[in-house]
């Protein structure tokens, strides 16, 4: 199996440990949200030598982490776990390390990489137009949108700035929102 040039940043050694069972890869694990000087730092040093990509659980502390590592790395490679994917098989909160093989595969498959230069702008409208924000459906609604864009979920507030970030074109925009309308049955 040909090794993954970037190092996967990840959460902890079951992610790891998990990672290594499916793929060659090498990773750097953050130990939590609370990321040390000394850890950053090191993420930092292997961004610019081999690359990275942020690889972290579909919660919370995954997107903290997310959000703490592009600040240090803005060309920081980016790879999204689907959260009905990272359901564990027993009591215990999302993870990378629940995921199945195939899902880890798709997940790094789809990587981006920030983008937000020359992107057209899906306004905060096109946002209520589309229900993902402002109506009953809207949290369900991001969460497919999130899977078939592959960039993670995201609430209301951060929704336009993921977008934008991850250079999703209004075209994909628009398919992707026919595929949602069509699975809950909608106009």
């Keep these: 199996m040909k090794k993954i040039k970037e ?11 998990r990672i290594n069972e499916v793929l060659n890869a090498d990773t750097i694990e953050t130990r939590g949200s609370a990321i040390s000087d000394e850890t950053l730092a090191l993420i930092d040093k292997l961004a610019q030598t081999r690359g990275i ?6 919660d919370f502390s995954g997107e903290k ?8 790395v803005p060309e920081a490679k980016h790879a999204f776990l689907k959260r009905t994917d990272a359901v564990p098989n027993h009591k215990g909160s999302l993870g990378v390390e629940h995921a199945s093989n195939q899902a880890i595969i ?59 970030m991850f250079g999703i074109t209004i075209e994909q925009f628009s398919d992707a929102l026919k595929i949602i309308n069509q699975k809950l049955g909608e106009k």
């Design 7 to 17: 190092v996967l940043v990840v959460e902890g050694k079951d992610d790891t440990k």
């Design 53 to 58: 990509i942020i690889f972290t659980d579909p």
């Design 65 to 72: 982490i997310r959000k703490i590592v592009s600040n240090e």
């Design 106 to 164: 798709d997940a790094l498959k789809n990587v981006y990489t920030e983008n937000d230069d020359n992107v057209e702008l899906i306004s905060k409208q096109d946002l209520i137009m589309a229900h993902l924000i402002g109506s009953k459906t809207a949290k369900e609604r991001r969460s497919e949108l999130g899977e078939i864009l592959n960039i993670g979920y995201v609430n209301g507030k951060q929704l336009q700035k993921r977008l934008k």
